[in-house]
Nanobody, 123 residues
Framework: QVQLVESGGGLVQAGGSLRLSCVAS????????MGWFRQAPGKEREFVAA????????YYAASVKGRFTISRDSAENTAYLQMNSLKPEDTAVYYC????????????????WGQGTQVTVSS
């Protein structure tokens, strides 16, 4: 079992920045993938970014590439999502998730989820 706890959400004006954190506890092996997803009201949960814990390869949705950066601190078992140049359309609940399949893929391949943290970007 893996427990994930997100923090760092809040209200920010367009153009501003936020950094989300996701602390993992429990079964923590080097071979997992940590992903960030978001879900806006009335919309499906969508992929934002992911990182392979071993090696640190990163992946981004086209809508956030160049603005968001995913990183991890292996010693702290923590993943981060640095969000810059935020736009109102980035408003959503942000979730971190983990899987041991090695897949970056859609939400269904992730086995463990955090509770989510709200990000609101005002125009």
């Amino acid at each position: 079992q893996v427990q994930l706890v997100e923090s760092g959400g809040g209200l920010v004006q367009a153009g501003g920045s936020l950094r989300l954190s996701c602390v993992a506890s429990g079964r923590t092996l080097s071979s997992y993938v940590m992903g960030w997803f978001r879900q806006a009201p009335g919309k499906e949960r969508e992929f934002v970014a992911a990182i392979r814990w071993s090696g640190g390869s990163t992946y981004y949705a086209a809508s956030v590439k160049g603005r968001f950066t995913i990183s991890r601190d292996s010693a702290e078992n923590t993943a981060y999502l640095q969000m810059n140049s935020l736009k109102p359309e980035d408003t959503a609940v942000y979730y971190c998730a983990a899987n041991f399949r090695g897949s970056i893929g859609p939400p269904r391949v992730y086995d463990y989820w955090g509770q989510g943290t709200q990000v609101t970007v005002s125009s």
